[in-house]
Nanobody
């Protein structure tokens, strides 16, 4: 069992940066892939970024590539999403997710989810 708690969201202006954190409890966090997803009002939840258990390989949605960076500190059971050059279209609730599988692949299932943190970007 893994429990995830996101933090670091807030209200910022276009071009600003935010760093989201995902604090995990449960040993399996360290051995599984981790991802960030987001859901904007009236839209479906979408993939943002993911990394495999060791953090060596990362994957990004085209919309955030070059602006966002996912990372993790397994010793501290914590994941991160550094978001730079934020745009109004990045406004959403951001969710951290953890998987039992070690390596990320597109469309894979994430078994554990946090409750989300709101990010609002104004122009």
């Amino acid at each position: 069992q893994v429990q995830l708690v996101e933090s670091g969201g807030g209200s910022v202006q276009t071009g600003d940066s935010l760093r989201l954190s995902c604090a995990a409890s449960g040993r399996t966090f360290r051995t599984g892939a981790m991802g960030w997803f987001r859901q904007a009002p009236g839209k479906e939840r979408e993939f943002v970024a993911a990394t495999s258990w060791g953090g060596a390989r990362s994957f990004y949605a085209d919309s955030v590539k070059g602006r966002f960076a996912i990372s993790r500190d397994n010793a501290k059971n914590t994941g991160f999403l550094q978001m730079n050059s934020l745009k109004p279209e990045d406004t959403a609730v951001y969710y951290c997710a953890s998987a039992a599988r070690q390596y990320y692949s597109s469309g894979m299932e994430f078994e554990y989810w946090g409750q989300g943190t709101q990010v609002s970007v104004s122009s």
